[in-house]
């Protein structure tokens, strides 16, 4: 006999657990706030705390996400890798602003990320790639991301093709692959808090090098 689904309406967590978030706790700037708590995130042990939702939208504004990992950040902003053919890459290409979430639940927290997108060096692209596994060089030269295939096999003949193409020399990066920073007009800091009355204080730019700090009603 099948299992009766719970319903997501009846299901309810109250956030009692963690302090509050207020303004005088803050650092004095996101990055170094984020620094904070993605090192608290890290020591938690959640598993892949680099993992992050990317929102783009294409050139009409319907929007899609999924999810990808954070490989650096710093006060420019936070740096990710694709395949520039992708679907997320087509979207940035026409439309380069996204939407960043990370969501460490298990800590109650969020950090919500908006704004502009372009790519990185081609120098820091081969840098990084150079320090990937060679299974994933080969596979960012093998698929071609977010293509519709006729089945698995296309995949795996896909990589069969790269290792014969490279044998057992450098993979290069492809010229179609590299690194997308996003640029942040606004960051986000979401503390889980009883009664679904959350703290949510966003640092948001106001001018090239000038912020203010924002506290959004929960």
Known sequence: MAVEPPSPADMRRDYTERAPLLEGSLAANWADQFADWFAGATAYGLPEPNA???????????PSARTVLLKGYDSD????????????????????????????FPMQRQVIVGGPVERVSRAETEEYFASRPRG????????????????RDAV????????????DGPVPAPPHWGGLRVRPETVEFWQGRSNRLHDRLRFRRTGPDDWVVERLAP
């Open 52 to 62: 992050m939702i990317l929102a783009t939208a294409d050139a009409a504004g319907r």
């Open 77 to 104: 902003g936070f740096v990710f890798f694709t395949n520039y053919t992708s679907r997320k890459g087509g979207e940035l290409a026409v439309n380069p602003y996204a939407s960043l979430v990370f969501p460490w």
């Open 136 to 151: 994933s060089q080969l596979g960012a030269w093998a698929s071609p991301q977010s293509r519709v295939l006729p089945g």
């Open 156 to 167: 795996d003949a896909g990589l069969a093709e790269a290792v014969e193409r490279f044998g």
